[in-house]
Each structure stands twice: as C-alpha cells, then as structure tokens.
C-alpha cells in the first residue's frame, strides 16, 4: 500500500493539517517541520501531486508502459502483447517515453512520484541493481520487461544464450573470422550479447579480436537503427582480411546491413536478433525473442501483483531460439536452427 499523508504525518511528528500545508505551500511552517516532512515523504516515496489528486489511496485502473524509444519493433511487439492481455482486462493503457539521453533513474522517480497510475511496466529501462533496490521504497506495483531485478516481477530472455546460439551456428559451418556488428557497450542487452558471442569462440578456439567488434553511430538509440548498421557494415565490408560471417545484435541494424552489402555488391552471411515481422520477408536468419508473448505475461504479472501485493515476486527468463533463413545460405552452408 502505497504511503498516504497520515503516514507522512506520524512519521515526521507533526500533525496532518502541517503535511498538508507543506505539500500545499499554504500556511506559516517552521523551517525545521517542513525539512521533516519533506525528508519523511522521500524516504517513503511520496508526491505531493499524489494527495492532490487523490490517487495515494484509490485504484484508477491504468496502467503505465514506461519506454526509452517507441519508434521500434521490437517495443511495438511488445506494446502488442500488452495490449492484447489488456483486451481481457478493464484497464487504461498509458504510455510513457523517457530519454534515454538524460539520468534514467531520475526520470522513472518522477514516474513513480506521480501515481498517475496503478501499476508500472518498464520496458528495456536499465539500471543498476542498486538504483532499482531504492525505487522500491514506492511501494506501488512494478513489472521489468527486457530486464531483471531480484526484487520485481520481470520477464526477460537470455540474451548471452542468444548470442552464444548465432555464432556456435556460424562457426559449426566453417566460418571463423565472424565480426558482432554491436552497439553501445553501456547498453545491458549489448554487454550480454557480447559476453555470448566471446563463449561462443572461447569454446571454438578461436580468440576474441576486439577489432572485430564493430559500431555504427551512436547518438541515438544506443546504435540500434538501421543507420548504425548501415555504418557499421561499410566498415566489416572495407576490412583486410574482410570476416567471412557476422553476427547482428539487433535485426533493425541487419536491414541497415543488408543494405550496405547490396550497394557494395558484396555479401556474407549474416545473424539477426529479436525476429521482428521483417526479418521473415527480408529472409534473414535470426534469434528469436517470443516479444509479443513477452508483452502479454508481463501484463498478467502485473495484474496479479496489483490484485495481490503480497505474492512471490515472479521471474521468467526465456531462451531464444536461432531462425534459419537465406541470409545465411551462402557457399553451401546453412545454419541449422
């Protein structure tokens, strides 16, 4: 349950009517009452907008998707599956875009601070374990999707296994110069990826080259555009000796790709990830992330922990699977799922 003012009140020791004069900006208030009860109502996670608008203590059926970028596939397959579950359901979805650009934390506090809503989703929004841990002082119901933290329901895939599958796949054929077109490291997703692509050589014997590992622009979305991955392909297309395969951290990037090897008039087999509606008619290879099933068991967790607040927090983590299509049928090689 989340805080109400007669909590702020009894924890600060001072009378409701002095809450509400703080949140209020009405009335005389000592200096000292109203450095208490601000310091009570951040500890607590409280908002003084919550009070206003009478949502600390109601239910107002909405539900909030939190996103860093909703001009993308993969968030619109998963918006998808929300939106699906919610059919079912008597909820409002709202839909939140932050920046991925300014303090992430910060701008989900603000979120949170406002109990605009009932329950909160948060879709590829990464922070440290630490930063989640201090956000559940709101005490209001979360789901984390394309994310984990011990503390909060989340539904998430295993992107190390992922990339582990598409260049096990690559080498089994016989290519061993195979390039991981990536994107920013500070992204999780990509530093999990990167840590399946390294296993995937280790175990082949063959030896990472950081050489190999190769971006595109990265002032937006991290790198996950198909500009990144146009960029990024130019530059594994000029190498000497040029990588025999490649691996794709996102099939967005891949159309970018693709594009470059068609306007080079040169080609290598190359592995997506995510399995967007693309990625079928552009016939490319690819991990898939079942994200439309992703959204849809996220939103039911999320009503059951708003229904019942005291369940065991859930945790689904699920393994991608490796789609063999013609972007890797080169040389008579196919990757085989």
């Not at 919550?50 to 909703?70: C, D, E, H, W, Y």
């Not at 290519?175 to 991981?180: F, G, K, P, Q």
């Not at 500070?186 to 190999?212: H, N, V, W």
Request: hydrophobic share 40%.
């Amino acid at each position: 349950m989340a805080a109400t003012i007669y909590d702020i009140a009894k924890k600060a020791g001072v009378s409701i009517a002095t809450v509400s004069r703080v949140f209020n900006n009405s009335g005389k208030v000592s200096d000292k009452a109203r450095d208490k009860v601000l310091k009570v109502a951040n500890e607590v996670g409280y908002h003084p907008q919550a009070f206003a608008q009478g949502l600390a203590s109601r239910k107002n059926n909405t539900i909030m998707v939190v996103v860093p970028v909703i001009s993308n596939y993969f968030f619109m397959e998963i918006l998808g599956g929300i939106q699906d579950k919610l059919s079912e359901k008597n909820y409002e979805l709202s839909i939140f875009n932050i920046s991925p650009n300014k303090d992430l934390k910060k701008q989900v506090e603000h979120v949170l601070k406002r109990r605009l809503a009932e329950g909160y989703m948060f879709i590829s929004v990464h922070l440290e374990d630490k930063d989640w841990k201090s956000l559940q002082k709101y005490n209001v119901p979360i789901t984390l999707i394309d994310e984990y933290f011990e503390g909060f329901d989340s539904v998430s895939v295993d992107n190390s296994q992922g990339a582990y599958r598409a260049v096990k796949a690559l080498v089994d054929c016989g290519y061993n110069r195979i390039a991981m077109l990536g994107a920013l490291q500070t992204s999780k997703p990509i530093r999990d990826r990167l840590e399946g692509y390294k296993k995937a050589l280790e175990e082949s014997g063959l030896e990472y080259d950081e050489s190999l590992f190769v971006t595109g622009d990265l002032t937006n979305r991290d790198g996950f555009t198909e500009r990144a991955g146009f960029e990024a392909m130019k530059k594994i297309l000029e190498m000497d000796p040029m990588p025999d395969a490649c691996f794709c951290s996102s099939d967005i990037q891949a159309v970018g790709a693709l594009k470059a090897m068609q306007d080079a008039g040169k080609r290598i087999p190359i592995i997506g990830y995510d399995d967007i509606e693309l990625a079928e008619y552009m016939g490319l290879s690819t991990i898939r992330q079942p994200m439309r099933e992703m959204g849809f068991y996220a939103t039911q967790n999320l009503i059951d922990r708003m229904n019942n607040p005291t369940k065991a927090v859930s945790q689904t983590i699920y393994t991608p699977k490796l789609i063999s299509r013609n972007s890797t049928a080169l040389n008579g090689r196919k990757v085989k799922a």
